[in-house]
Each structure stands twice: as structure tokens, then as C-alpha cells.
């Protein structure tokens, strides 16, 4: 078994899509100005890498407790076509950890993006060998 499975592959497991948190004007702007520009300068000169957001990254086959779900995040050395339009992001399936993970915070949220999620991701990073995962 491979260091990214829990079970055995093949195993039927229910990764949910997500996350469904409502946000505000100011986020969401924010969010999608910059995944249309790190899209457009990394497809120009990055074709390996792929660039999402709010989307659920799950780190280990078997095990859909290993989650996050940063606002955007950045994968290299992944075939970008193959990810488009999936709910779910599998490092085991794409074939590479993202990078690069970002949070906006709000007056609402900021407690949690700056203290917990990096520690979240931070413990996945963990389990995960060669990870690099940067939290903003």
C-alpha cells in the first residue's frame, strides 16, 4: 500500500465535494481575480500546472478525513486538462500535492484562516512526503 492510501485501491469511499460556506462580495472577487491571473501566466508559461479554488483536496486513497479546502490552490506537475471540471481534487490520482494554497480571510473568518487551517494543512503536509503546501 502506497504511502498516500488508507485502503486498499478500488475501494468504494465517498469523497464529497465542497466546501458549500457562503461568502462574501469582496472574497469572492478577490478569489477569482486572482485564479484568472495565475491561470493566465501559468498557462502561457506553467502548462503543468493547475490552479483551483474552493475545491476539496484530498491527500489520502481511502481516507476522506485527510481534507482541505483553501480558497485557491496551485499544483505543478500535473496534466491541467485532466483536473478541469472535477468537484474533487485526489493527489493520488493527479500525481502531485499542490503547492501553493491560499486563504482570504474575512472579519468572520480570520481567526480560523490564520490559526487553524495552516495548522490543518500543516498535519496533512505531514502525512503527505515531499508536500510543500505554503498557507497565507
Not at 41 to 50: I, M, S, V, Y
Not at 70 to 86: L, S, Y
Request: with cysteine; aromatic share 8%; hydrophobic share 35%.
Amino acid at each position: 500500500m502506497s504511502m498516500l492510501a488508507d485502503r486498499r485501491p478500488g475501494a468504494d469511499v465517498y469523497y464529497p465535494e465542497g466546501p458549500h460556506m457562503p461568502e462574501g462580495d469582496m472574497q469572492t472577487r478577490r478569489r477569482m481575480e486572482l485564479v484568472v491571473a495565475l491561470r493566465g501566466w501559468l498557462g502561457e508559461h506553467r502548462p503543468d500546472a493547475w490552479v483551483c479554488c474552493d475545491i476539496n483536496i484530498y491527500y489520502r486513497e481511502g481516507n476522506p478525513r485527510v481534507v482541505v479546502a483553501p480558497d485557491v490552490a496551485v499544483a505543478f506537475g500535473v496534466d491541467a486538462a485532466m483536473q478541469e471540471n472535477k468537484g474533487t481534487y485526489k493527489v493520488w490520482e493527479a500525481g502531485a500535492a499542490p503547492s501553493f494554497a491560499l486563504e482570504i480571510a474575512s472579519p468572520n473568518t480570520f481567526r480560523t484562516d490564520l490559526y487553524e487551517k495552516p495548522d490543518r494543512a500543516s498535519t496533512t503536509r505531514q502525512r503527505e512526503p515531499g508536500c510543500q503546501t505554503t498557507m497565507i
